[in-house]
């Protein structure tokens, strides 16, 4: 069976097609593996593509849906994954010399949770070396280029994530956030990301980056498809201490933004936001007015320190991290003349340099005679960044915001300048310190690249979020 319309398949319309004997689940993993040959030499979204292991799922999810035992939705749906989680059998590199040839032991929580929803996962995706970067170029396997225009990057640390879905070569798929790794990427390819409340997914065998940050999410075409798969994989777990016991209720779609109340935070509104991007969201918040939303000006007043706050609180947990890659527990071992030449050696060969600075900064602000001035005071801002979060969200429901200050930016643009690099995460940082959940969705198209909207909510009130996108999407798509 020929297969020409992997661009208009959502996770919707697939499963319905695999439902109604449209077609089958292998047919439509054939169709996507063979698309991935041919389009990935050029886009670069992928680091392992697991087909036999993919045509095995689909094998199985066809025998189900024949029998009458559909899982659900996701039954026979080809998905990607970031290549930092953890799935049993498969090649888990967080696109670092130091894994290259790591094989994960097990599955982490949310592979577990796929596989029992039925999806067929079709490889790993690419990333920043470690999920550090902005624009997928600290990989070890290479830029991922931006399918919009192919001098630019994707976004990052879950570029590959955000090109697949963007280049329709996969359904849709998973990204993990520290500082924005799924809502920066999802901008620039013009997809839908989400960052769930931090505790609402398991990071269980996700490969931590700074654990008191890190969530696992989804990219998807559109808000209803990233709403289906976070709900295949939210839930605590006895394996992650910080997860919560949270159950998901789904609330119904609304037709319009009546008594919904938005806050507009001016801090994101300020200095070094490109015109063109203000003009889009502007217009998007325009829109939401006409649809009956009462709009209000708010503040956060500690924004303009998250950033730094969280450049001093990733890196310590980095350093901390990735203290087990030793070269005897995982990867890549590089043989020296005792222990510790061995350690040197294996660390300076495996790691690149971005991965390096962030150990480097991190294991000096942790340091004896620097950890009050550093550490423990960006503890402190973190707490009044949250305390502004927790202020607002008793006036409004929800806030919206731009998601990056920039257009995507070209390949090479920013690769060596670290400092302008964190500055295209000044929008999306403050939501991980504070821990609240956002998502990211399409609002315009200017010089024929995408613009992204954020829409910030209460802790554990996802479901609002995506009642709200809902109805967004429908007025400035
Ligand atoms: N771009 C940010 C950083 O470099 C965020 C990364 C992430 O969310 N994993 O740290």
């Known amino acids: 069976m020929k297969v020409d319309f992997l661009d208009e398949l959502t996770i919707n319309t697939a499963s319905e097609m695999l439902l109604g004997g449209k077609i089958t689940s292998i047919e439509l993993t054939e169709a996507y593996l063979d698309f991935i040959e041919s389009k990935d030499k050029e886009i670069n979204a992928f680091v392992t593509v697991d087909r036999d292991g993919a045509i095995k799922q689909a094998c199985e999810a066809d025998k189900r849906i024949a029998s009458g035992k559909r899982l659900g939705k996701l039954d026979g749906v080809p998905i990607a994954i970031k290549d930092n989680m953890s799935q049993e059998g498969v090649r888990t590199t967080a696109s670092s010399k130091i894994l290259e040839n790591y094989i994960a032991p097990y599955d982490a929580t949310v592979v577990s949770k796929l596989k029992v929803a039925g999806a067929v996962i079709l490889g790993k995706t690419n990333m920043d070396e470690f999920a550090m970067g902005s624009s997928t170029e600290t990989s070890y396997f290479g830029v991922t280029k931006n399918p919009w225009d192919l001098e630019r990057v994707p976004g990052g640390s879950s570029g590959g994530s955000a090109a697949a879905v963007a280049a329709d070569m996969c359904v849709a798929s998973l990204g993990s956030d520290t500082g924005g790794s799924i809502r920066q990427p999802a901008a620039f390819c013009g997809v839908v990301g989400f960052k769930p409340t931090y505790g609402a997914v398991s990071r269980y065998g996700l490969l931590a980056m700074a654990s008191s940050l890190d969530q696992i ?38 037709k319009d933004l009546k008594g919904i109340k938005i806050g507009i935070p001016k801090e994101f509104f300020e200095s070094g936001l490109e015109d063109n991007v203000r003009k889009s969201v502007e217009n998007a918040i325009g829109e939401m007015k006409k649809a ?48 510790l030449d061995g350690y ?114 209460k802790p554990f009130e996802e479901n609002k979020i995506f009642q709200i996108a809902g109805v967004c999407e429908k007025l400035i798509s």
């Not at 924004?303 to 991290?321: D, F, K, Q, R």
């Not at 071992?333 to 222990?339: R, W």
């Not at 040197?344 to 900064?361: C, P, Q």
């Not at 960044?385 to 919206?400: C, T």
């Open 217 to 254: 999410g989804p990219f998807a075409k559109n808000v209803e498809d990233a709403e289906i798969l976070f709900e295949a994989i939210v839930g605590h777990d006895k394996m992650d201490s910080t997860s919560c016991d949270f159950k998901y209720e789904k609330l119904e779609a609304k």
């Open 292 to 339: 009956g939303a009462v709009i209000s000006e708010v503040s956060l007043p500690h924004t303009p320190y998250a950033l730094a706050t969280y450049y001093v609180i990733m890196p310590a947990e980095v350093s901390s991290n990735l203290g087990r890659f030793d070269g005897i527990r995982y990867g890549l071992s590089v043989q020296g003349k005792d222990l």
């Open 344 to 457: 040197l050696k294996t660390r300076a060969e495996g790691f690149g340099s971005e991965v390096k600075r962030r150990i480097m900064l991190g294991t000096y602000v942790l340091s004896a005679g620097y950890y009050d001035a550093y550490y423990k005071k960006a503890q402190k801002v973190r707490t009044l960044v949250k305390k502004d979060y927790d202020e607002v969200f008793k006036k409004v429901d929800v806030l919206v915001t731009p998601v990056t200050p920039t257009l995507p930016f070209k390949i090479g643009e920013k690769a060596s300048d670290p400092l302008a690099m964190y500055l295209s995460d000044v929008m999306t940082v403050p939501i991980n310190i504070a821990g609240v959940p956002a998502l990211v969705m399409p609002c315009g198209i200017v010089d024929k690249l995408p613009v992204g909207l954020q829409i910030i909510g």
